[in-house]
């Protein structure tokens, strides 16, 4: 009995010790992952669990097909958008969603829920379905472990790939920055006097940077240079030109450009001579 009652003694002298601590963790069969991707100004989240194959046959096993799937393990798959956004043409508002999906062998449904928080897909309800497209499967590279990737990626696009054993289900994101980026540095341009080269650069560079040619832009770049000649607005311009096919008035630009470097823009400059170098 003394035995008995010296081990009751300790183990009640360890709680508060493991209390301080803090709860067990163990590690799960399928860990947490947390991936946000930036795809021009609006970031993308996805907060899923990933199981594993383990050896097992998935598709049409283990996850049946024509049935919805939580499209990870544990907690239901969420992702979140920073701003509104377009999923395969369709349009769906910033926020987070739970993510499902039902799995078939020739066409997969992706369904963005309302309800984030809730465990897989046991409680998951359609009438609080924001938004449902459709993707096909396509053979892939084998995968262990359950991922979302974002294998191309531009200032406006990516695409989301869901991959797990030999499958990916790529769908598209359209986040629309290009025009929500120059739509804010134009109100700017009208709201203020400071700043007169610098955002006209800014918009110019944007729609150059995104493959946009328009007389805007070619407008925008020369109210820079008006503002203020300087080396980054001429060198701009002088790509605008090559671009255009117009390489030699492109070659009296970037020239322009480099009698406006100073000794800290040597790099830079330095840099201008190498595109030039490779205009034909």
Do not use: C
Request: charged share 25%; hydrophobic share 40%.
């Amino acid at each position: 009995m003394k035995r008995i009652a010296l081990a009751a003694v300790l183990i009640t002298a360890a709680l508060p010790l493991a209390a301080q601590q803090g709860p067990l963790r163990t590690p799960r069969p399928s860990q947490k992952q947390i991936i946000t991707q930036t795809v021009g100004v609006t970031d993308i989240t996805i907060n899923y669990s990933r199981p594993g194959v383990k050896g097992r046959a998935i598709w049409g096993a283990l996850v049946p097909y024509d049935k919805v799937w939580r499209t990870g393990a544990n907690e239901a798959t969420t992702i979140q958008f920073s701003d509104d956004v377009t999923i395969n043409g369709e349009k769906l508002p910033k926020g987070t969603y739970s993510l499902h999906t039902i799995p078939s062998q020739n066409e997969w449904t992706i369904i963005f829920n309302k309800v984030a928080d809730q465990w897989g897909s046991y409680s998951y309800d359609e009438k609080s379905d924001a938004l449902r497209v459709k993707a096909k499967p396509e053979k892939s590279d084998f995968r262990e472990w359950l991922s979302f990737e974002f294998p191309q990626i531009s200032a406006d696009q990516a695409t989301v790939a869901i991959r797990w054993e030999n499958v990916s289900v790529p769908f598209t994101v359209n986040t629309d920055s290009v025009n929500k980026t120059i739509a804010s540095i134009k109100k700017a341009m009208a709201n203020s006097k400071n700043d007169a080269w610098r955002l006209p650069y800014m918009a110019a560079q944007t729609a150059f940077d995104a493959g946009m040619t328009s007389a805007d832009a070619t407008q925008w770049i020369d109210d820079s240079i008006k503002a203020n000649e300087n080396i980054s607005n001429l060198w701009l311009k002088a790509r605008m030109q090559a671009k255009a096919g117009n390489v030699v008035e492109a070659r009296k630009t970037a020239n322009a450009a480099l009698a406006k470097a100073t000794p800290e823009q040597s790099d830079f400059a330095n840099e201008i001579k190498r595109q030039m170098g490779e205009w034909k």
